[in-house]
């Protein structure tokens, strides 16, 4: 199976800060990649697809990178709608099997 | 736009089965595009995937799920259904039915249900 490790589990900040949350596989996932953010008492919702593609909708201050084992969510300028935690969530191997990380809380500093 | 809401009831005994459901609006079930996902999540706890069912019938589980799960889909009624047989405490959560977007390899859940909170107890 494969694992998503996410760092940190949480994480202080500020308004108009840049962060950045990581996410590792277990094993090369190419870049199936996707991130959700989840806010108290929702649905997650879809960020990013493919490690980099912005879900249509969603502010360009967030994006995505990485491929193989390493990947990064940045949000550029964090607002105050943007506390909230996020996951990673691989989607490697036919048919796909799904992993999610153990998310990031973000929180205002 | 798609829309889905789960239903089932809110409170089942220990080892008991667990049925949900989840009805779809605004799209199609019989549609070879996308898969049909359910996810939980415990209170307090990380997202985990269940299983996922295509329109045909075909069926993936989670591996530690396996043994207690059975997926359907009732394209009729654009609907698809879980049941987790011998629930226990450590079956209770927030369970989520989600579309799983397909774009070659890549698939992604979007968009989900609402969810339902499960309790497990006698």
Redesign the interface.
Known sequence: ?IQMTQSPSSLSASVGDRVTITCRASQSISN?L?W?Q?KPG?????LI??ASTL?SGVPSRFSGSGSGTHFTLTISSLQPEDFATY?C?Q?YS??????????TKLEIK | QVQLQESGPGLVKPSQTLSLTCTVSGGSVNSGDYFWSWIRQPPGKALEWIGYIYYSGAAYYSPSLKTRLTLSVDTSKNQFSLKLSSMTAADAAVYYCARVARAGHYNWFDPWGQGTLVTVSS
């Open positions: 199976d199936y996707n959700y989840q929702k649905a997650p919702k879809l697809y493919a879900q996951y969530q989607s036919t048919p796909p099997l799904f992993t999610f990380g153990q998310g």
